[in-house]
């Protein structure tokens, strides 16, 4: 069955609720995998999967339930089956916190019966031609290639019919000296791969080998450190997904404040702004909200709603929190949907390099992981570095130090602190990639970065 036929028979079986959203994606993904200077894998798969969102009148107010299926709908009884299934799931949940009205249609989608979209291996001919050049090199080469489209219409009983195609793409690369005692990453996120350069991703891998030959030993303490875009990326997206509203109002969170939340405070004197936008150039992601989940800052009665450009951070100031409809209508405030990017902007049009050479003596990071909320209340974070921790002297990249660190350090205070912030670009953030691929940071200077304890390893 097509996906509008789906969505439009299940709101018919729906008829009798209160209300009803329905959810299809139809998803398509190409990979490439190499290991050792070797393909190991190339595959195309594809996925479906439907929800039904069942909104029940029940005493005391309107439940919501939500069930989800990935095997593909052939028979219509089916779709009656989904929907007595989120009807009792409803009932047994019981009159919802977060329960509004359907948001009414606001556009429609021209595209809306169109097909799903569809990528293939083709994604990566350009692509292709340069690995074949990479794995020839004198670097043992490792790696993963991933390219998505996933196509997404929603339909609800309040008439709305909406349709996007997701493009998500990433690329990620480690080589390895011959006998693997040095080992460099790389990666860079992109929506079709006709922008990412396999053979200067190896090259900037090579050079982080080049400064591996010589090798330092530091202890753990507080250090000048450079945090690179994928590093950044990493803190600011935990930073972003902390900033519910609700958490705060009821003094549960970071943004917590003696007299509420901390929406107007100022950070820094950079004029950074950390902002999701649904029409980032190159970043874009659904002018609409889908989802399945309820809880702090989303709500499946808010299924259709547009969503919009929302700056968590404006010119080194706190500037909104993550609400719900419901929730911003309980505490007074604006509806404020989360986004699918994230871009910190704000800086100089500084490179990395150009940091490196003014830095009289620092660390400069690879990327992060492993990274844990250790305090809520200060969003203290913990983690380890990566594939590379690079001793700075004079201007210069003198050697690397021969173990990672585990690092505290929130990503509040990296904004509080930074004193440099560069060129913002396109970049992959390495410890939340599976989850969130879409974002534009700068590198940052932070001068007293908490390197709490050394990690044995590289």
């Known amino acids: 069955m097509r996906a509008q036929e789906i969505i439009e028979r299940t709101l018919a079986a729906a008829a009798h609720l209160h209300g009803c959203a329905v959810l299809v994606q139809e998803s398509s993904e190409a990979v490439l995998r190499w290991a050792n200077s070797t393909m190991t894998t190339n595959g195309h798969t594809t996925a479906a999967r439907v929800s039904v969102v069942a909104l029940v009148a029940v005493e005391g107010g309107t439940a919501a339930g939500v069930v989800s ?18 009807e009792a799931s409803a009932r047994d949940a019981g009159p919802a916190q977060d329960a509004m ?7 429609t989608d021209a595209a809306w019966d169109d097909p799903a979209v ?3 291996i083709g994604v990566y001919s350009a692509f292709a031609e340069g690995l074949a050049e990479v794995l020839a090199g004198p670097q043992r080469q490792y790696g993963f ?66 400064w591996g030959k010589r090798r330092v030993t530091l202890p753990a303490g507080k250090y000048e450190t450079l945090l690179p875009p994928s590093a950044v990326s990493d803190l600011m997206i935990y930073l972003a997904w902390s900033m519910d509203g609700r958490p705060a109002q009821e003094g549960r969170s970071a ?48 299924n259709g709603a547009p969503t919009r450009r929302v700056d968590w951070v404006r010119e080194g100031v706190i500037s909104e929190l993550g609400y719900s409809r419901a929730e911003a209508a309980e505490f007074g ?3 404020t949907p989360g986004g ?4 910190l902007t704000g800086g100089s049009d500084a490179s990395l390099e150009d940091m490196v050479a003014r830095t009289d003596r620092g660390l400069l990071l690879t990327c992060l992981w492993y990274i844990r909320l250790v305090d809520p209340a200060t969003l203290l974070l913990t983690g380890l570095t990566r594939d590379g921790v690079y001793l700075v002297e004079g201007g210069e990249i003198v050697g690397e130090v021969d173990h990672n660190f585990r690092f505290n350090h929130s990503p509040l205070d990296v904004l509080r602190s930074a004193t440099e912030v560069g060129a913002t670009g396109r970049t992959l953030p390495r410890e939340w990639k599976d989850w969130f691929t879409r974002a534009a940071m700068p590198a940052v200077r932070v001068p007293d970065f908490t390197m709490s304890s050394v990690s044995l390893g590289r």
Not at 173 to 181: E, G, H, I, P, W
Not at 286 to 299: I, K, Q, Y
Not at 340 to 343: E, F, I, M, R
Request: net charge negative; proline share 7%.
């Open 101 to 107: 009205p359907l948001p009414e249609p606001t556009t």
């Open 255 to 302: 943004l917590s404040g003696p007299d509420g939340p901390r929406v107007g405070e100022r950070l820094t004197d950079l004029p950074l702004t950390l902002a999701c936008d649904p029409a980032a150039p190159g970043l874009e992601y659904e002018p609409f909200l889908s989802t399945t989940r309820s809880g702090d800052a989303v709500s499946v009665f808010d």
């Open 333 to 335: 405030t604006t509806f």
């Open 340 to 343: 699918d990017n994230l871009l």
């Open 145 to 210: 290639a991933s390219h998505e489209l996933t196509t997404t219409w929603l339909g609800t009983s309040a008439g709305v019919r909406r349709r996007w195609v997701q493009p998500t793409g990433s690329v990620e690369l480690n080589a390895k000296t011959r006998d693997l005692s040095g080992s460099a990453w790389v990666g860079a996120s992109t929506a079709d791969f006709t922008d990412v350069d396999v053979v200067d991703l190896a090259a900037q891998a090579a050079r982080r080998l080049e």
């Open 69 to 86: 299926t990935g095997v593909t709908i052939t028979d219509p009884a089916r779709l009656d089956e989904l929907v007595a299934a989120a």
């Open 118 to 120: 569809e990528t293939s």
